[in-house]
């Protein structure tokens, strides 16, 4: 079985592949401190909940925005999963060819999901991730990494919105039954749901328009992406799987 991790900014995602079938997937927040031990100890007690040994695991690969956790979360899982971890970067085999300004900024989880759209549903493609920050990434026909837009989270303005104002509670992010909003909760919630709407329709209109791809696919993921792709035509797909699928498509390009 393969073991596919995945550390954002805010979570840790990890994955298990029997071949091409996902048999579990878990969660843990990325910004708590943890040793070594401590990884490797909650990774194994995880994986045994979900009906997957250690001993299963023969391989795995690591994609993080987060350096400061690495060394750490590696070492655990050499430790305690005992496998020696692909890492997501510079000299590895993507199957994208990155042609932006400069290739060294785009970001390994922005790789990831390229090559998760790309090999699933074929270029062009315009993939949006609703995560800490929501991106656009343009992959051609061809499989080149041609643009890429980031912009606030969905999050990430809510959390602005009740830190910066005196007088704004922390709410649930969802949709409310309308727009037209009679009290702050709902307020807030139609600013932040209808406003992500408004901003990623009009994205992927431009993106459109500017590269001449009328009929391209959008595909989106994330975990409030689904908020989003099922209020808006603009979007094509929604493949919650789409970076941990990513990551094994890489992991099998560069199996040892």
Known sequence: MLLVVDVGNTNITYGVYRDEELVTNFRMMSKSPR??????????????????????????????????????????????????????GAGIRTGIKIVTENPKEIGPDRIVDA????????GPVLVLDFGTATTYDLVTADGEFAA??????????????????????????????????????SSMQAGLVYGQIGQTEYIISQVKKEAGLDEMKVVATG????????????????????TLDGLRLIYNKNRR
Not at 159 to 171: F, G, R, S, V
Not at 223 to 242: F, K, M, N, P, Q
């Open 35 to 88: 040793t070594s031990d401590e990884f490797g100890i909650a990774i194994r007690e995880l994986l045994r909940v979900n009906g997957v040994e250690t001993e299963d695991i023969d391989g795995c690969i690591v994609s993080s925005v987060v350096p400061n956790i690495m060394y750490s979360l590696m070492s655990g899982i050499v430790k305690y999963v005992h496998e020696k971890p692909i890492t997501v």
């Open 223 to 242: 975990g409030l992406g689904r908020i989003i792709a099922d209020e808006t035509d603009a979007i094509d797909v929604y493949d919650s799987t789409l």
């Open 148 to 185: 890429g837009i980031t912009a606030p989270g969905i999050r990430i303005s809510a959390k602005a919105l009740w830190e910066d104002t005196a007088k704004l509670p922390e709410i649930e992010i969802r949709k409310p039954k309308s727009i037209l909003a009679q009290e702050t909760i």
């Open 115 to 122: 090559v998760g759209a790309y090999e699933k549903y074929g």
